[in-house]
T-cell receptor, first 113, second 116 residues
């Protein structure tokens, strides 16, 4: 059974600081997604990572995937208040379960002035 | 931008009653999914659906649950006899392809189901 672990689960940052959220998963997969969720809202797709070594950047967020280490990172650069949200990584089930996403627990990010 | 729409946004139902949650996926998408999120917990996969049949379902998706695509646009989740533990936010999602595609699953705003 695929397990996905995120850390930290809670992250309180000051504006302007950098930090990284980690997503570890337990079985082979080369497809990983990052989503953002605002309170009471839906899941907004941030990044699709489809191969080992994939790196994607959008604004102050950068995501990477290391399939050999079964690790993805979401790096936040110079945080701003608007980035406050819950961030989920989700791993695709792969050739046995394409399209079945297993989510991490989520990281609640709060950015303070 | 096309989006997945779900109705109702909030459903309150007595325990033991049947409930139907409705979703309109993005029009050119071929794969459909239901997930749920119990308050404060992570998002859990329920079922995937393609070509008018279930592709995969989780342990949560027992005999009380069913899905249907009654016409060309709607995708529904039915819970036959609701239990208190069914209270959760239910998300519908759709995608053009499955994991082999570079497109993500697009999620609706969810239906908050409250069982009394």
């Amino acid at each position: 059974e695929l397990k996905v672990e995120q850390n930290p689960l809670f992250l309180s940052m000051q504006e302007g600081k950098n930090y990284t959220i980690y997503c570890n998963y337990s079985t082979t997969s080369d497809r990983l997604y990052w989503y953002r969720q605002d309170p009471g809202k839906s899941l907004e797709s941030l990044f699709v990572l489809l191969s080992n070594g994939a790196v994607k950047q959008e604004g102050r967020l950068m995501a990477s995937l290391d399939t050999k280490a079964r690790l993805s990172t979401l790096h936040i650069t110079a945080a701003v208040h608007d980035l406050s949200a819950t961030y989920f990584c989700a791993v695709d089930g792969g050739w046995t379960s394409y399209g079945k996403l297993t989510f991490g627990q989520g990281t609640i990010l709060t950015v303070h002035p | 931008e096309p989006e997945v729409t779900q109705t109702p946004s909030h459903q309150v139902t007595q325990m033991g009653q049947e409930v139907i949650l409705r979703c309109v996926p993005i029009s050119n998408h071929l794969y459909f999914y239901w997930y749920r999120q119990i308050l404060g917990q992570k998002v859990e996969f329920l079922v995937s659906f393609y070509n008018n049949e279930i592709s995969e379902k989780s342990e949560i998706f027992d005999d009380q649950f069913s899905v249907e695509r009654p016409d060309g646009s709607n995708f529904t989740l039915k819970i036959r006899s609701t239990k208190l533990e069914d209270s959760a936010m239910y998300f519908c999602a759709s995608s053009e392809g499955r994991g082999e595609s570079n497109q993500p699953q697009h999620f609706g705003d969810g239906t908050r189901l409250s069982i009394l």
